[in-house]
């Protein structure tokens, strides 16, 4: 479905990805991970058409994503959450979604000037959309409620929501369990795995190694740029590459590396 082909990324003088090769298959939970720096928002950053590569091909259903604006590159079925939740936390959670569904809206000027019938029909059926999202997330009941009275973790299953209501095929998370608690994390892996069971396929980063471990089925990590492994979570947790990388071993006393350790 999604293919990076000796992809690359240059600021300046500072070479951030260098040649990286990525398959991610339909219908699939795949994660990405690497220390901090290694370049795994910038591969997301060059996924969704923010940032151009210095070089290589990346392409989508065997659709080249290259010089594609990101509202196009949304428009052919890429949508994504950030490390940073972006909502619109002085609207309900309802018109939060809503947002997200405006890119199948085609009722025109006119018809938002003048309240046409077309106008209408596109209104409810969003609405209608976005309330079924909320039910997907467990927050339909909170729907007109201010998204700035959610919880952290209500935050981020909102923005999942949004991010679905672009009716996407592909969808990337960034971090998406960053500053969540334990049933929290408990409770998204279980929707991911519901949203994965509906027909989207699932990039992912995260620093979570038990979140990652026991969600995706295949795992790529990232170094300095370099994918230095790709393979199941029992092949990735064994490779001696990123376990001197990444993971670090059971006698290593660094905090980072101790955190990382699944």
């Given at each position: 479905m999604l293919e990076l082909t000796s992809v690359s990324k240059r600021f300046g003088g500072l070479h951030v990805l260098h040649d990286?090769?990525?398959?991610?298959?339909?219908?699939?939970?795949?994660?990405?991970?690497?220390?901090?720096g290694a370049g795994k928002t910038t591969v997301f950053n060059l996924i969704t058409g923010l940032?151009?590569?210095?070089?290589?091909?990346?392409?989508?259903?065997?659709?080249?994503?290259?010089r594609?604006?990101?509202?196009?590159?949304t428009r052919l079925g890429i949508a994504r959450t950030f490390q940073n939740i972006r909502l619109f936390k002085e609207m309900t959670l309802l018109e939060n979604v809503v947002v997200g569904a405006y890119r199948h809206m085609n009722y025109g000027f006119p018809g938002l000037l003048l309240g046409l019938p077309a106008f209408r029909e596109h209104?409810?059926?969003?609405?209608?959309?976005?309330?079924e999202l909320l039910t997907w997330m467990r927050l339909d009941h909170k729907a007109n409620d201010l998204a700035d009275n959610l919880s952290y973790g209500e935050q981020r299953r909102l923005e999942l929501a949004r991010a679905l209501a672009t009716e996407p095929r592909l969808l990337l998370l960034d971090e998406p369990v960053a500053g969540m608690n334990t049933g929290e994390r408990t409770e998204l892996m279980r929707e991911i795995l519901a949203i994965r069971d509906r027909g989207y396929t699932i990039l992912m980063i995260e620093h979570d190694m038990r979140f990652v471990m026991g969600l995706c089925e295949r795992i790529a990590v990232l170094?300095?740029?370099?994918?230095?492994a790709c393979g199941g979570p029992e092949e990735i947790r064994n490779n001696e590459q990123v376990i001197e990388a990444y993971l670090g071993r059971e006698d290593d006393d660094e905090p980072e590396q101790a955190e990382a350790r699944p």
């Amino acid at each position: 479905m999604l293919e990076l082909t000796s992809v690359s990324k240059r600021f300046g003088g500072l070479h951030v990805l260098h040649d990286v090769n990525l398959s991610v298959p339909e219908g699939a939970i795949f994660g990405l991970i690497g220390p901090n720096g290694a370049g795994k928002t910038t591969v997301f950053n060059l996924i969704t058409g923010l940032l151009p590569p210095s070089g290589g091909e990346i392409t989508f259903n065997g659709e080249s994503l290259l010089r594609k604006r990101p509202h196009q590159i949304t428009r052919l079925g890429i949508a994504r959450t950030f490390q940073n939740i972006r909502l619109f936390k002085e609207m309900t959670l309802l018109e939060n979604v809503v947002v997200g569904a405006y890119r199948h809206m085609n009722y025109g000027f006119p018809g938002l000037l003048l309240g046409l019938p077309a106008f209408r029909e596109h209104e409810r059926r969003a609405r209608d959309r976005a309330h079924e999202l909320l039910t997907w997330m467990r927050l339909d009941h909170k729907a007109n409620d201010l998204a700035d009275n959610l919880s952290y973790g209500e935050q981020r299953r909102l923005e999942l929501a949004r991010a679905l209501a672009t009716e996407p095929r592909l969808l990337l998370l960034d971090e998406p369990v960053a500053g969540m608690n334990t049933g929290e994390r408990t409770e998204l892996m279980r929707e991911i795995l519901a949203i994965r069971d509906r027909g989207y396929t699932i990039l992912m980063i995260e620093h979570d190694m038990r979140f990652v471990m026991g969600l995706c089925e295949r795992i790529a990590v990232l170094n300095f740029g370099k994918i230095i492994a790709c393979g199941g979570p029992e092949e990735i947790r064994n490779n001696e590459q990123v376990i001197e990388a990444y993971l670090g071993r059971e006698d290593d006393d660094e905090p980072e590396q101790a955190e990382a350790r699944p």
